[in-house]
């Protein structure tokens, strides 16, 4: 599909009305996280979608930590969340936004709004609370706070403030309509008291504004103009444009909700997400089995990837479940069109070819990539000993060569991008295991056909025995053996699946790849794509590739 007929989204439609109408000279969005946890594969959609709004628009995206709760928040989670911004491959206007920059401005909206009669203390507790505001059927019934005098509730809003009054006992709240259909309405919380020190404003504040009283106030402060949200936010927005409404805001946003992107087989909830690691069900937020951003990072999976699953997807105005294999063709798309080709043989067993001299090596030379000339050549190394893996090799001479195009005993098959070879004889250890193959390869036939009356059963891959670099590999399944794994009445953690990782070590790989660098990404050919692991990266250590995924969908 061409820009130009990409279908347009809804939010775009309204955007253009906008600016036709001339109700809004620039487009300015945000993508405002809670620093609570990692960004998962939901969250690149929401980014997609504001910094791709603010693009086409020739306007900016702004990326605002809503970090209003000191509670869960911590500088670890602004950092990683920068880092993921930035890796998706998108840059945010001006500088990072922060909502506590906004608390002192906030705190005197609080003040204007009870000096207006639109807001007052209340010291009803929470459970008193939950009883006044009514249910769906029954209207609630009005705080005896409601009325307090004008000075009394902004002298006690200060007390709040400044620690002078116990936690659970006050807050602020507007006065709204305590028979609206809309509980949002039936007088909200607008500050609580949380005697906590905050990771940027330290014990400056004791009270914290609600999600509602500050969201709206922040993106009038930096003159967002299209607040984008997820769908369970529909229910606010009568409120936030109360607010917007009520208050001296310098500009007059606007908030739009679409639908959240769910992916089956996985989960994207902070709060659970933070408990798989919290309770060591996975390495960290970075695992690669984790659907966060760094998690796939590691994976190996490319920003790309992941921008273009994101921008397929619809922006609707109903929640669905994307299947995961939509995901991993996108992946899989991307990392056959740029991952550089390399052999490993994760399973090896040794093959030595009689009639090659012990002192002979050679060097083949072949493309990085069949069809990128930009990703140059590579050479392999070869000799008489070579490694092949132990499932490319059978001593059952039945199998027929449609079905078995490998080598088998008495047979040819060619190395890719190098000789066809024969199997003769087989060796094994006292325990019957076989140990090595004894073979030949037929000479003149690297890069040439096959001379009469031979015929190679197919092709397989190989490493060179001495030029060739000792492994691990990772090979990963999904986390969750369910579709929908935080559904129905069992706990998520009920349905993780106990082989999402299989670790296999002794693996064999070419020499060129014992200073890979994480996040290059390789097809090991009739293996699938791999990257080098992050978590041993360094020169000298451990070589550990990680299976981002297989070559083909096979799963069932
Ligand atoms: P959780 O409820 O799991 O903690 P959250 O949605 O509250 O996550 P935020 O940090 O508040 O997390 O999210 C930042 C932005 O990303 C919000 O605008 C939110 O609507 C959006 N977002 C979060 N999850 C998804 C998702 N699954 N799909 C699309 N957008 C999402
Ligand atoms: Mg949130």
Not at 341 to 361: E, F, G, Q, S, W
Not at 375 to 391: C, K, T, V
């Amino acid at each position: 599909m061409t820009d130009t007929d990409k279908p347009i989204n809804f939010i775009q439609h309204v955007i253009n009305a906008d600016l036709e109408a001339g109700r809004v000279a620039k487009v300015v969005t945000r993508f405002p996280p809670e620093p609570n946890g990692y960004l998962h594969i939901g969250h690149a959609k929401s980014i997609c979608v504001n910094f791709g709004l603010a693009a086409e628009n020739g306007g900016g995206c702004n990326l605002r930590f809503d970090d209003t709760n000191p509670e869960k928040e911590d500088e670890e989670y602004v950092n990683a969340i920068i880092e993921d911004v930035r890796w998706l491959g998108f840059e945010w206007q001006g500088d990072i936004c922060y909502a506590s920059n906004y608390f002192g401005q906030l705190y005197t909206w609080a003040q204007y709004l009870i000096s207006e009669g639109k807001a007052y203390i209340c010291e009803l507790n929470a459970e008193q609370m939950r009883e006044y505001r009514g249910t769906l059927t029954e209207v609630g019934k009005n705080s005896p706070y409601r009325d307090r005098a004008v000075s009394e509730s902004l002298e006690l809003l200060e007390k709040m403030k400044v620690g002078a009054i116990d936690e659970g006992t006050m807050t602020l709240r507007a006065k709204i309509d305590m028979e609206s259909p809309n509980f949002n309405m039936r007088d909200p919380v607008m500050y609580r008291i949380k005697k906590m020190a905050h990771q940027r404003t330290g014990d400056k504040w004791n009270i914290y504004p609600s999600y509602d009283f500050a969201h709206g106030q922040e993106d009038a402060i930096e003159g967002v103009t299209h607040s984008v949200c997820t769908l369970e936010f529909a229910a606010n927005r009568p409120l936030y444009e109360w607010f917007v409404a009520n208050l001296p805001l310098p500009s007059t946003p606007r908030q739009y909700e679409f639908g959240r992107l769910n992916l089956n087989y996985t989960i994207t909830s902070k709060r659970k997400l933070k408990q798989l690691v919290d309770e060591k069900h996975v390495e960290g937020w970075d695992d690669p089995r984790m659907p966060t951003i760094s998690g796939l990072r590691r994976r190996g999976v490319s920003a790309s990837a992941i921008r273009e699953f994101c921008d397929s997807l619809a922006v609707a105005k109903t929640d669905g479940v994307v299947d995961m294999a939509q995901f991993e063709h996108f992946i899989r798309d991307d990392l056959n069109n740029n991952a550089r080709r390399a052999m490993c043989v994760i399973n090896p067993v040794l093959v030595t070819l009689a009639n090659y001299a012990a002192d002979k090596t050679e060097s083949f030379t072949v493309p990085g990539h069949p069809n990128r000339d930009d990703m140059g050549e590579r050479s392999l190394a070869f000799g008489r000993q070579i490694y092949i893996d132990r499932n490319d090799f059978s001593q059952d001479t039945t199998l027929s060569r449609k079905k078995f195009k490998r080598l088998v005993i008495g047979d040819y098959v060619r190395l890719r991008s190098a000789y066809i070879i024969r199997a003769d004889e087989v060796i094994r250890d006292a325990a019957g295991e076989i140990i090595e193959i004894v073979g030949a390869i037929v000479p003149d036939t690297v890069g040439q056909d096959a001379p009469e009356g031979i015929k190679a059963r197919g092709v397989i891959h190989w490493v060179s025995a001495s030029e060739s670099a000792d492994c691990i590999v990772k090979i990963y399944d999904r986390l969750f053996n369910k579709a929908a794994p935080d559904a129905g009445d069992e706990s998520f953690l009920d349905h993780i699946n106990p082989e999402s990782l299989a670790i296999i070590s002794g693996c064999k790989v070419e020499a060129g790849l014992a200073d890979a660098v994480a996040g290059d990404h390789y097809q090991f050919e009739r293996e699938g794509y791999f990257t080098r692991d992050t978590a041993n990266a360094t020169n000298g250590s451990e070589l550990v590739f990680n299976c981002t995924i297989g070559l083909r969908d096979n799963w069932k």
